[in-house]
């Protein structure tokens, strides 16, 4: 099955839930829950930050962190940043953004970052043949001030040993590139198994300050 080819599955939540059953990637995931109000506010009294995004989409479309300190609240969409008094000012604020559309809601990951900018990782995994092989591993470095990493929204690709070594340390670059295919490996059997016919997959990985590594999604179509 070559590149371009395979089963498409859009929805984050659908991807997110097989996932969560398989025990040896489930610690890997952030919280995740459907979006609601009281979802939300769940969410925010138990994390300092989370972040929420359309069930459908990609580009970092519809991406809002939001976090929670002293009881003041702030979101922040791209470069947009904005801060409330209460729950209820940012729930009426949040609703435009969202326009209808289904969201879930993540525990925010601090990232390991690179002069103050969140780097993560991006793995594609392509079917060819009988077997997966591996197309690319590669570091994606946020634009200054923004905190997606897309690369259609400003963010610097680079060697994922690159961006290991310049966020963490270099002797961490191994065991983590490792680690991402070892995930990897696992979870493209759990969703082959939930999804018959998936053919190429795009991981989305991200390691703390602390080096633990967060599986954010995985994309069907991956760029």
């Known amino acids: 099955m070559g590149e371009g080819q395979g089963r498409q599955l859009a929805s984050k939540w659908a991807k997110t839930t097989a996932l969560l059953a398989h025990p040896r990637i489930a610690p890997h995931i952030p919280p995740t829950k459907r979006y609601t109000n009281e979802s939300l506010r769940s969410m925010l009294e138990a994390y300092d930050m989370v972040v929420i995004k359309p069930v459908v989409g990609g580009g970092g479309h519809g991406v809002?962190?939001?976090?929670?300190?002293?009881?003041?609240?702030?979101?922040?969409?791209?470069?947009?940043?904005?801060?409330?008094?209460?729950?209820?000012?940012?729930?009426?604020?949040?609703?435009?953004?969202?326009?209808?559309?289904?969201?879930?809601?993540?525990?925010?990951?601090?990232?390991?970052?690179?002069?103050?900018?969140?780097?993560?990782?991006?793995?594609?995994?392509?079917?060819?043949?009988?077997?997966?092989?591996?197309?690319?591993?590669?570091?994606?470095?946020?634009?200054?001030?923004?905190?997606?990493?897309?690369?259609?929204?400003?963010?610097?690709?680079?060697?994922?040993?690159?961006?290991?070594?310049?966020?963490?340390?270099?002797?961490?670059?191994?065991?983590?590139?490792?680690?991402?295919?070892?995930l990897t490996q696992v979870s493209t059997k759990v969703l082959e198994g939930s999804f018959p016919g998936i053919g190429q997959l795009g991981f989305d990985y991200g390691i703390d300050t602390k080096g633990k590594i967060w599986i954010f999604e995985v994309n069907t179509r991956p760029q």
């Not at 929670?68 to 702030?74: A, L």
């Not at 209820?88 to 209808?100: I, M, S």
């Not at 259609?152 to 060697?159: I, V």
Request: glycine share 10%.
């Open 64 to 182: 809002i962190k939001i976090s929670k300190q002293n009881g003041v609240y702030t979101s922040t969409y791209f470069s947009d940043r904005r801060v409330f008094a209460s729950f209820e000012d940012l729930v009426r604020a949040l609703a435009p953004l969202k326009r209808g559309r289904k969201y879930i809601i993540q525990k925010g990951i601090h990232l390991a970052s690179i002069s103050g900018r969140p780097i993560d990782y991006r793995v594609k995994y392509v079917k060819e043949g009988k077997g997966w092989v591996y197309r690319a591993m590669v570091g994606r470095l946020a634009r200054r001030g923004l905190f997606v990493t897309n690369l259609c929204r400003g963010g610097l690709q680079m060697a994922a040993a690159e961006g290991i070594r310049r966020s963490l340390s270099a002797s961490l670059v191994r065991s983590k590139k490792k680690e991402m295919r070892e």
